[in-house]
């Protein structure tokens, strides 16, 4: 396969912790209301995504491919925003096989999203 995967590079961290304070003013009781919608809704997004791909539905994973994306994004998540995207606009065009290209870098940006957001000092 010659797909070229564009992948966030080693710059762009896991979780941009300091963005997040900034944006929501610091409140810890925001980010642990945040923190706890994140964990609530990801794995079903994320485990979604990997079905809707295996199951060759497209619309479904531009969908869920796109909500965790915005999760991600309001977490301050970047890298596995960048990856969502990828998937998402690969699906737009109905490429499954770049869609399932990714699912290593979904499975390994997800999990460290959710040791890092496990990690967070929130107060």
Avoid: W
Avoid at 11 to 33: H, Q, W
Avoid at 50 to 62: F, H, K, L, P
């Amino acid at each position: 396969m010659s797909t070229h995967l564009s992948l966030p590079g080693p710059d762009v961290p896991t979780i941009d912790e300091s963005r997040m304070m900034k944006e929501f003013g610091g409140a810890p009781e925001i980010l642990v209301e945040l923190r706890d919608l994140f964990l609530e809704h990801a794995p079903t997004l994320y485990e979604g995504i990997r079905q809707a791909a295996q199951d060759g539905d497209v619309q479904s994973v531009v969908e869920k491919a796109h909500s965790l994306k915005g999760a991600c994004a309001t977490y301050g998540a970047e890298r596995l925003t960048l990856v969502c995207k990828e998937i998402e606009m690969a699906a737009r065009n109905a490429d499954l096989d770049t869609v399932r290209a990714y699912d290593t870098n979904l499975t390994q940006e997800y999990e460290a999203v959710l040791e890092a957001v496990g990690q967070l000092s929130l107060g």
